[in-house]
């Protein structure tokens, strides 16, 4: 069982940055690819962004890629979202995710873990 803990959300201007972090609880968080996802108010909840275990591979949704990126650093068991050039329509909430095995894109149902979320509101 992991316990994700996403924090950094907040109120931003479009073209501002915000960082986003998931601490896991898990001491071999190394052993899980991770992943975030956000949901927009009246959306369904979409695929953003997936690293592998070690941090060596990272994939992106086509909305994000060229301003987000992904990291992780395993020794302090938390990952996070480097977040530029920020858009009104990147307005959500943001979940921290976790499953035991990597691929690229990840569906709703790979997730094995998530955490409880946290808002991004981006202002015009």
């Known amino acids: 069982q992991v316990h994700l803990l996403e924090s950094g959300g907040g109120l931003v201007q479009a073209g501002g940055s915000l960082r986003l972090s998931c601490a896991a609880s898990?001491?071999?968080?190394?052993?899980?690819?991770m992943g975030w996802f956000r949901q927009a108010p009246g959306k369904e909840r979409e695929f953003v962004t997936s690293?592998?275990?070690?941090?060596?591979?990272?994939y992106y949704a086509d909305s994000v890629k060229g301003r987000f990126t992904i990291s992780r650093d395993n020794a302090k068991n938390t990952m996070y979202l480097q977040m530029n050039s920020l858009k009104p329509e990147d307005t959500a909430v943001y979940y921290c995710?976790?499953?035991?095995?990597?691929?690229?894109?990840?569906?709703?149902?790979?997730?094995?873990?998530w955490g409880q979320g946290t808002q991004v509101t981006v202002s015009s």
């Open positions: 995710a976790a499953r035991n095995y990597y691929s690229d894109r990840w569906s709703l149902k790979d997730v094995g873990w």
């Open positions: 898990e001491r071999t968080f190394s052993n899980y690819a």
């Open positions: 690293i592998n275990r070690s941090g060596a591979r990272t």
